[in-house]
């Protein structure tokens, strides 16, 4: 049975790419195939993308603000 290409499948993609960038999996861990199916190929792109957008959020968390120096 093929997998529907639309929102929800997209959604879950992104959130599994997410979820395994918060379980410390790097970014080639991807389950899907970029040189699959179409679904193979659906997956590994919004995989990849959840994953890129959970380290972007957790690399701007982490970055602190840079506070004036009084000189001393």
């Keep these: 049975m093929a997998i529907q ?4 499948t997209f959604q879950d993609r992104l959130n599994e790419g997410k979820a395994a960038y918060g379980a410390g ?3 080639d861990a991807c389950p899907y195939n970029m040189y699959g199916s179409v679904e193979e190929r659906f997956g590994y792109r919004y ?9 972007s959020e957790a ?3 982490s970055q602190q603000p840079v506070k004036a120096s009084a000189g001393q």
Excluded: C, I, T, V
């Design 59 to 61: 690399e701007a968390r």
């Design 25 to 27: 999996d790097p970014s």
């Design 47 to 55: 995989w990849n993308r959840g994953w890129s957008m959970a380290r």
């Design 5 to 8: 290409l639309d929102r929800q």
